[in-house]
DNA sequence: ACTTGACATGTAACGCGTTACAACATTTAG
DNA sequence: CTAAATGTTGTAACGCGTTACATGTCAAGT
């Protein structure tokens, strides 16, 4: 492995003078790096990325934490990776699993260098350590937080479950289930006051019985249906949905037990990702991909202490056939 | 930021003794460990990620190559980076979009020493051009390589394609449609050959053009229905696809077009992912989250020089409501 | 001819741990 | 009581670019 040491010595130039051919400073006259070149070809060299990472005082790494990666995220990670790489920046996976301890190896990596910046996608930790590490380099989340320091992109989550709402209740649906996502994150509570609102509004019955925290996966949609739709006496015929995937499990699960739908049960997903359209599922669309461009155009602009443009997010209901 | 030094100068100790402290070097009395650890906690010190690996000459990075994220490889990039977290190890993604030149990135980045290892999970470069990047760090693959230096996790292609094959056979259909993946990987010619001797076994119809390859998404599942069942007078009445996904959109655009299946059509998936159990798709059993574990062992072993020990994997096939 | 400035290049310190080797002290074995 | 073994700590070089500042050169301006 040859080093910038040897091309200097070997082209009879000073490290500094290659270190400028390197990085194309203009202050190189065209036959210096004419010769510099040959010699870093025939030696077949590369800087070295951590010498450059060390020197600089940073890694080109943005860490994206995430207590697992699911349907529902990839096109949040795809195009956050998409997006990071085109402006030379790499995407480092931690995820969770749920364990706190595991996802602070996230935030210590940042203190410690490894990566310039932060992503959450899913957090298990308290708001106060979070906190705590923004001095670190900067942080952005997905889901809305209530620290200032630390961004969100979110889309308006009351706004979009009021949609979600609206359009049941004037298709006729009134008993209206929630599946929801993690307890207590602030997505979750927004949701829970839109629904409230809502059935206040159209005086409509709630039944605490009807809405669940923590509903994430197909296996937990498919649970609720059995649950929910058993054999209680009072059944709700509309169920909001935490994301697509809750949905596919609940309409999937209904069919096996010879639900109609929409007849009996409408459903109504969330992010309107793609197996939303391959079931055929009614989904609030949420831009997801625009959101993670979002997300890394924040950091970027923290890191680089200069404003980058943002996009200004839509969001619409896409109605589909369980609904 | 406090730096090592000053922990050495503030402690009285050297540079060495503060090291070994932080590598928990068995070479340090007690009474020294504890000066030196009370000292680093009072500054808040942590070290520099990027100074170690410098030194070290190693990261504990390992990327990962692939065209873009999707459902199919959801399973082995969590178990991939779960693995490699647990030994110390975090996860680069490297998304090419099926651009030779952004896939590149990746191997630049081994050389330049920003990551120690490569998973390959997809890849559009040239094998000669994988081969010339090997003497920079181990490189394991997903897929099928027909390079010696970079080992494989991918299960027998072969084997298992003729598993799905004869399970529609015995099931009386006979006219056999295949979904393949990448047009000339590894994987799709060990599929090919294993429907070509399946059919001259059975003595079965050969329609060159019911055999498409570069089918890989759901919405090319759903095309690939609108081709083949459209309006031909001799239509297959059983596909073999590449992957799950492309069995959801098949098995969702055919019910558009009300095919009845398993009646009509049926449908063999790959892998056997969340998706075709929720969907009810018989699918040929691809223990992913083994292979992931497997391929990191084996760079691990490769990184180490020591062996590490590989799991033996299983495959079969899952019937369920489509065949 | 002389100053000023633009441009090219070099010097040396810096970013921060790691580690082979040396040195010294203290046990322990004989 | 001494030699060998063990344990503790220090020295200094190394891994490799980057960059602020200094220096030297040559052409344009007056």
């Given at each position: 492995?040859?080093n910038?040491?040897?091309?200097?010595?070997l082209?009879?130039?000073?490290?500094?003078?290659?270190?400028?051919?390197?990085?194309?400073?203009?202050?190189?006259s065209?036959?210096?790096?004419?010769?510099?070149?040959?010699?870093?070809?025939?030696?077949?060299?590369?800087?070295?990325?951590?010498?450059?990472?060390?020197?600089?005082?940073?890694?080109?790494?943005?860490?994206?934490?995430t207590?697992?990666?699911?349907?529902?995220?990839?096109?949040?990670?795809?195009?956050?990776?998409?997006?990071?790489?085109?402006?030379?920046?790499?995407?480092?996976?931690?995820?969770?699993?749920?364990?706190?301890?595991?996802?602070?190896?996230?935030?210590?990596?940042?203190?410690?260098?490894r990566?310039?910046?932060?992503?959450i996608?899913?957090c298990?930790?308290?708001?106060?350590?979070?906190?705590?590490y923004?001095?670190?380099?900067?942080?952005?989340?997905?889901?809305?937080?209530?620290?200032?320091?630390?961004?969100?992109?979110?889309?308006?989550?009351?706004?979009?479950?009021?949609?979600?709402?609206?359009?049941?209740?004037?298709?006729?649906?009134?008993?209206?289930?929630?599946?929801?996502?993690?307890p207590?994150?602030?997505?979750?509570?927004?949701?829970?006051?839109?629904?409230?609102?809502?059935?206040?509004?159209?005086?409509?019955?709630?039944?605490p019985?009807?809405?669940?925290?923590?509903?994430?996966?197909?296996?937990?949609?498919?649970?609720l249906?059995?649950?929910?739709?058993?054999?209680a006496?009072?059944?709700?015929?509309?169920?909001?949905?935490?994301?697509?995937?809750?949905?596919?499990?609940?309409?999937?699960?209904?069919?096996?037990?010879?639900?109609?739908?929409?007849?009996?049960?409408?459903?109504?997903?969330?992010?309107?990702?793609?197996?939303?359209?391959?079931?055929?599922?009614?989904?609030?669309?949420?831009?997801i991909?625009?959101?993670?461009?979002?997300?890394?155009?924040?950091?970027?602009?923290?890191?680089?202490?200069?404003?980058?443009?943002?996009?200004?997010?839509?969001?619409?209901?896409?109605?589909?056939?369980?609904?």
């Amino acid at each position: 492995m040859s080093n910038l040491d040897q091309i200097a010595k070997l082209s009879g130039f000073s490290k500094a003078t290659v270190s400028r051919v390197l990085n194309h400073s203009p202050h190189v006259s065209q036959a210096t790096r004419d010769k510099i070149t040959n010699i870093m070809e025939e030696l077949d060299y590369v800087p070295n990325g951590n010498a450059i990472s060390l020197s600089k005082g940073q890694t080109q790494q943005i860490g994206m934490v995430t207590e697992g990666i699911n349907e529902v995220m990839l096109p949040f990670l795809n195009s956050f990776v998409e997006t990071a790489s085109q402006h030379g920046y790499q995407t480092i996976i931690y995820t969770s699993g749920g364990d706190p301890q595991k996802e602070l190896q996230a935030f210590e990596d940042m203190r410690r260098k490894r990566v310039d910046a932060l992503v959450i996608s899913t957090c298990v930790n308290d708001l106060a350590l979070l906190g705590s590490y923004c001095k670190y380099g900067p942080i952005v989340s997905w889901q809305r937080m209530e620290l200032p320091e630390i961004a969100s992109v979110a889309m308006n989550q009351y706004d979009g479950y009021m949609l979600g709402l609206e359009h049941v209740i004037q298709r006729g649906y009134t008993r209206i289930a929630n599946a929801f996502g993690r307890p207590s994150s602030m997505n979750t509570l927004s949701r829970i006051n839109a629904y409230e609102d809502m059935m206040r509004k159209y005086e409509l019955p709630v039944y605490p019985h009807w809405s669940r925290t923590g509903v994430y996966s197909i296996r937990q949609g498919e649970q609720l249906v059995r649950e929910l739709l058993g054999g209680a006496e009072e059944r709700p015929n509309a169920i909001l949905c935490a994301n697509d995937l809750v949905a596919a499990g609940i309409v999937s699960e209904a069919r096996r037990q010879q639900l109609r739908i929409p007849e009996d049960l409408a459903v109504v997903g969330f992010d309107n990702t793609e197996l939303a359209h391959t079931l055929g599922i009614t989904s609030v669309y949420n831009p997801i991909a625009d959101q993670a461009k979002n997300a890394f155009h924040l950091l970027l602009s923290k890191l680089k202490g200069v404003e980058e443009e943002q996009q200004i997010l839509q969001y619409c209901l896409v109605q589909r056939a369980t609904t």
